[in-house]
T-cell receptor, first 113, second 115 residues
Framework: EAQVTQNPRYLITVTGKKLTVTCSQNMNHEYMSWYRQDPGLGLRQIYYSMNVEATDKGDVPEGYKVSRKEKRNFPLILESPSPNQTSLYFC????????????FGPGTRLTVL | TQLLEQSPQFLSIQEGENLTVYCNSSSVFSSLQWYRQEPGEGPVLLVTVVTGGEVKKLKRLTFQFGDARKDSSLHITAAQPGDTGLYLCAGSDGGSGAGSYQLTFGKGTKLSVIP
């Protein structure tokens, strides 16, 4: 089954404790992206990747890191999480990032205390 | 960053009524997508419109892309409870920003269809 998977689905952590949210897709897509979704603010892009070893900042990259060492994986790293990073995070992938359908993962709900 | 304004933000209607949701911007988009998101899940693509003036129909849903490619609308005929969800529009800059392909989302319209 074609899908985007994210882990963990739920995470409660404390300020400053490094964490990684994994994202994997099995569709051989070149383009992958991370979004955060907050009430009243909608979906905002954090980082995206056009292909392996090619990443770019989205609209809200501060406090986040990403890497794209393999085509299928695009982990989101929070080196020192803060409470304002409490949010619902979505990973997405698409064929090549143009006018193609973006396939979204199920989401990761992160709470930073 | 290009902005997309969606209206209304919330919409609660009775089953069988018609409705229209709007997505507007001052920027030109190379393409525009509509997604639907249900609670606890990620957004799922409904349609992509690419050409100015384009109209696409998906059963009871009609999507229109403005002639100038700055706005779009989603019209639902005879709404059903299964249409309940968050409707998001998303515009692509088509790589106009230094070769990037950013997708900008509107804040969404939360639709509730009451049986």
């Amino acid at each position: 089954e074609a899908q985007v998977t994210q882990n963990p689905r739920y995470l409660i952590t404390v300020t400053g404790k490094k964490l990684t949210v994994t994202c994997s897709q099995n569709m051989n897509h070149e383009y992958m992206s991370w979004y955060r979704q907050d009430p009243g603010l909608g979906l905002r892009q954090i980082y995206y990747s056009m292909n392996v070893e090619a990443t770019d900042k989205g609209d809200v990259p501060e406090g986040y890191k990403v890497s794209r060492k393999e085509k299928r994986n695009f982990p989101l790293i929070l080196e020192s999480p803060s409470p304002n990073q409490t949010s619902l995070y979505f990973c997405a992938s698409s064929l090549d990032g143009r006018a193609n359908e973006q396939f979204f993962g199920p989401g990761t709900r992160l709470t930073v205390l | 960053t290009q902005l997309l304004e969606q209206s209304p933000q919330f919409l609660s209607i009775q089953e069988g009524e018609n409705l229209t949701v709007y997505c507007n911007s001052s920027s030109v988009f190379s393409s525009l997508q509509w997604y639907r998101q249900e609670p606890g899940e990620g957004p799922v693509l409904l349609v992509t419109v690419v050409t100015g003036g384009e109209v696409k129909k998906l059963k009871r849903l009609t999507f229109q892309f403005g002639d100038a490619r700055k706005d779009s609308s989603l019209h639902i005929t005879a709404a059903q409870p299964g249409d309940t969800g968050l409707y998001l529009c998303a515009g692509s800059d088509g790589g106009s920003g230094a070769g990037s392909y950013q997708l900008t989302f509107g804040k969404g319209t939360k639709l509730s269809v009451i049986p």
